[in-house]
């Protein structure tokens, strides 16, 4: 298996590596990659949906979805997000977020899986959570590390979150699905959301990945932010989503894991 790291500064591709394959030693080394990049992109993979429920058990306990159109009947483990309503969930994410931060326990790693792909559009945005909150200037950081942000669900999170395994600050908004900031008026609350948004998507902080054939792309959710571009019902796209929940996920080998 070789990592190389992406130019962008965060996240890495690997090579040489069969997810129906990975076995204990394969997932500690894929876990400890996820912990140090953020971001795996894993090309040329080939996953029935029993194998990708599989390779995402290597970070944790999946969380689990309620039936619904368009979702794969027996699978209640995978989301699906699709270009046409009968293939999925559309127009999702086109916002900056960190799936499962509507959760008192914010969802940790999301898996994704390419199963059909757009020759043009549905391309999916990256951005580093922990150096967007580094490359602050100083008197921002001290505003911001004080600050709570409330969802519209009434679920609060810090504007800045420590990562629970490494302990590093990640300036952590869900951009569509914040209502506000707590402490803070409504235009006080939406000029904060907006210069972060634009602070996430400032020149050369960003990925953008163009989903092939047999993509597997591993986020960890409170180190890097994603956002959907836009895809119309003509271009068929379907990606197959699975999740680890927050009390269950493996960030280690349960041997060798340090406290934080």
Known sequence: MNITPLPVGFGATIEGLDLRDAGPGMARLLRSALLEHGLLVIRDQTLTPEQQIAATGLFG???????????LNGFEEIFRVASRPEDGHVEVGRYWHSDGSFRADPTPISFWYSVAQA????DTLFTD???????????????????????????????????????????????????????????????????????????????????????VVVADNLHVAHKATPIGPQSRRILNRTTVRADGVIWHDPATAKAV
């Open 61 to 71: 306990t999946l969380e689990t979805f309620p039936a619904m159109r368009g979702q």
């Open 119 to 122: 020759s043009e559009g549905g």
């Open 129 to 215: 959570l922990q150096r967007a909150y580094a490359e602050l200037q100083d008197d921002i950081k001290q505003e911001f590390d004080g600050l709570d942000t409330a969802h519209r669900n009434g679920v609060v999170h810090p504007l800045v979150l420590k990562h629970p395994q490494t302990g590093v600050p990640a300036l952590y908004l869900n951009v569509g699905l914040t209502g506000g900031v707590l402490g803070y008026g409504p235009d006080r609350s939406k000029a904060l959301m907006e210069a972060v948004d634009r602070h996430y998507s400032r020149d050369g902080a960003t990925y953008r990945h163009h989903w092939l054939p047999g993509d």
